[in-house]
């Protein structure tokens, strides 16, 4: 049997996944797959688990992925919540958090490493609450930002990484 074959049968079990009973080998295939699977697959996998109503709120589930992030990464997504948040962003998160995120593009609109590490996850949680609300595509640019980071898919849980599995297995 061919890798491709055991891949496909491997999905096959994802067809109808539930997060709330995933396979116990959920954590194992997802690792195979997201070395297998075009990244786009595996980013519309994800912005399904994102709206999902049987996972966490996508900005709680951003906020995980950002506290297991490394700072070019935290940058990375820090930047595209931004873009995505809008002018208002000062006056629509709460307390001087606002101004914070917001004095973090006045240095030309990208955010730096060293920048992104002095972010709380909370702070990060606000933010995509925020920039969901102005641009609700920042669900799908999030997917795809850490699409291309599977290690820190992974930290969403079984649960998660189960939907994703079933979205991956229906395209496949």
């Known amino acids: 049997m061919s890798a491709l074959s055991n891949l ?15 396979p116990a080998s959920t954590q194992q295939d997802f690792q195979k797959v997201a070395q297998a699977a075009p990244s786009d697959h595996i980013a519309a996998g994800l ?18 992925m950002f506290n297991q992030s490394n700072g070019q990464q935290r940058a990375g997504i820090l930047s595209q919540l931004l873009a995505s948040a809008g002018p208002g962003l000062a006056a629509g998160v709460a307390g001087g958090l606002g101004a914070q995120l917001a004095g973090l593009l006045k240095g030309g609109g990208s955010v730096t490493p060293q920048q992104a590490e002095q972010i709380s996850p909370e702070a990060v949680q606000q933010l995509a609450a925020h920039a969901q609300t102005q641009n609700p595509s920042i669900v799908d640019q999030a997917s795809s930002f850490y699409a291309q980071h599977p290690q820190l898919v992974q930290g969403l849980g079984a649960g998660a990484l189960a939907l994703i599995m079933s979205h991956i297995s229906k395209r496949a």
Not at 8 to 22: D, F, W
Not at 47 to 58: C, E, K, L, M, Y
């Open 47 to 64: 912005a399904d688990a994102f709206r999902s109503n049987q996972t966490p709120p996508f900005p709680e589930m951003l906020a995980n």
């Open 8 to 22: 496909l049968g491997m999905l096959q079990q994802y067809t109808n996944a539930s997060p709330a009973n995933p």
